[in-house]
C-alpha cells in the first residue's frame, strides 16, 4: 500500500488506541497534536469505550445492522468487533483509509467499507448499503455518528441527522458525539484543528439533535454514559448520546 503524505485522524487515533494501522505521517502529527495539547491515548480510549457501549445497547434492542460515518480504522474495537452479531457498513471519505479498510475487512462476510460522505447519504453505493444494512429504510438500523459534529456547522449538521431520521426506519438509533470547549484553553492544538472545526456549549448538544430523541441517559460526558465501572478521570472534551427516531 503507498504509504500517504498527509494524516488521518481516524489513523492516528488507530495510534492511540494502540493499533498498528497506521503510517509515519499520523504519528508526526498525533505527537505535534500531544506537545501542544498533551497526552491523548487515555481520552481516545474513553470515546471507543463509549462507541462500544453505545453500540451493545443498540444491539440490545434488537438492532443487527450499523451504518458507519467517518469509520476510520475497522479495528480496536470498532462495530463489528463489538455487535459480533450484526452486519455493518463502515463508510469515511479518505481514500487513503477506505482502501486500508477494505483490506483489513478483506475476509469478513459481515462487514464491508465503501465510500459514503454523511452529509449526503446518496453517495453510499447502493449494493453495498443493500448488503450490509439489508434493513435500510425498513427496520431499525443502527447509525453511527461519532468524530463528525464538530466539523460541520449548525445548519449542515441539522440537516444531515434531519435526512438521517427520515431515511431511517422507526426505531432506528444514533450513536453520535459533540467536541465541548475544552480545546479553547489550548490554542495552538485548536488552530491545528482547521478552521471547520466547532466547538460547542455542552448545553447546545440537545438541540442539535433535531427529532432524534436521545434515551434517558441524555446527552453526557463520555466517560458517564452508561459507565461500566468507574470512568476514567479525563477532560471532558467529548459527550455523547444514542438517540432513537420515533414512529413519526
Not at 488507530?14 to 505527537?31: Q, T
Not at 462487514?111 to 439489508?134: E, K, N, S, W
Not at 427496520?139 to 434531519?162: I, K, M
Amino acid at each position: 500500500m503507498v504509504e500517504p503524505d498527509q494524516p488521518s485522524t481516524g489513523r492516528m487515533i488507530d495510534f492511540w488506541l494502540g493499533g498498528d494501522h497506521h503510517f509515519p505521517v499520523d504519528v508526526a502529527a498525533a505527537g505535534a497534536f500531544e506537545q501542544a495539547y498533551g497526552p491523548c491515548a487515555q481520552i481516545f480510549r474513553e470515546l471507543r469505550a463509549f462507541l462500544g457501549r453505545s453500540v451493545r445497547a443498540i444491539a440490545a434492542r434488537g438492532v443487527d445492522g450499523f451504518l458507519v460515518f467517518g469509520a476510520g480504522v475497522p479495528t480496536m474495537g470498532n462495530v463489528h468487533e463489538v455487535a459480533a452479531e450484526a452486519t455493518v457498513l463502515y463508510t469515511d471519505v479518505d481514500p487513503v483509509t477506505i482502501r486500508l479498510g477494505q483490506r483489513i475487512l478483506a475476509g469478513s462476510d459481515r462487514a464491508g467499507y465503501g465510500y459514503g460522505d454523511a452529509t449526503d447519504i446518496g453517495t453510499i453505493d447502493p449494493a453495498q448499503l443493500h448488503r450490509f444494512v439489508p434493513g435500510w429504510g425498513r427496520r431499525p438500523v443502527g447509525v453511527v455518528f461519532l468524530g463528525l459534529a464538530a466539523f460541520l456547522d449548525d445548519e449542515t449538521l441539522a440537516r444531515t441527522l434531519d435526512e438521517l431520521y427520515a431515511a431511517a426506519a422507526p426505531g432506528s438509533c444514533l450513536a453520535v458525539d459533540f467536541d465541548s470547549e475544552e480545546l479553547a484553553g489550548h490554542p495552538e492544538a485548536l488552530a491545528m484543528m482547521g478552521p471547520a472545526f466547532r466547538m460547542r456549549p455542552p448545553a447546545d448538544f440537545p438541540a442539535l439533535l433535531g427529532r432524534w430523541t436521545p434515551t434517558e441517559d441524555g446527552v453526557v460526558a463520555v466517560g458517564d454514559w452508561r459507565p461500566e465501572g468507574r470512568p476514567a478521570s479525563v477532560p471532558d472534551a467529548f459527550y455523547g448520546a444514542v438517540a432513537v427516531r420515533g414512529d413519526h
